[in-house]
């Protein structure tokens, strides 16, 4: 059973009130080691710099959106299995089809609170302790 506050996490929203919110929710759940990232390019280099070892993605972003990021970590041996949530503000049945064939873990409709984002992680990483 993974402990929360051992798992790092990289939080990737162009909106700085998103990773907030994300963050806030997250630390709630325990977790204390959390990177954010406010570009799909700047996740990217955070990725490089950080030992991370789970992503939750807004989709819906300016320069690399959420789905190319998603394709590009997945190319890389480095990275090609960590646990990726996609957070996404539309229930689009297409655009989650989408996400799953490019290797997505798990996704999230916005608005999301504790519970919802609990039930998320876990069904990717394992119980939280």
């Given at each position: 059973?993974?402990?929360?506050?051992?798992?790092?996490?990289?939080?990737?929203?162009?909106?700085?009130?998103?990773?907030?919110?994300?963050?806030?929710?997250?630390?709630q759940l325990g977790f204390q080691k959390i990177t954010e990232a406010k570009s799909g390019r700047d996740a990217l280099g955070k990725l490089q710099e950080n030992k991370i070892d789970l992503i939750i993605?807004?989709?819906?972003m300016d320069d690399i959106d959420g789905l190319t990021l998603l394709k590009v970590i997945r190319k890389h041996p480095k990275t090609k299995s960590m646990p990726f949530i996609m957070a996404t503000g539309r229930s689009d049945k297409e655009q989650v089809k989408e996400a799953i064939v490019a290797g997505v873990n798990n996704y999230i409709i916005k608005p999301f609170d504790a519970a919802s984002m609990?039930?998320?992680?876990?069904?990717?990483i394992g119980a939280l302790a």
């Open positions: 059973m993974p402990q929360a506050s051992k798992i790092s996490v990289l939080v990737v929203d162009d909106q700085q009130s998103m990773r907030g919110i994300c963050k806030f929710i997250l630390n993605s807004d989709w819906n609990k039930k998320k992680i876990e069904a990717v």
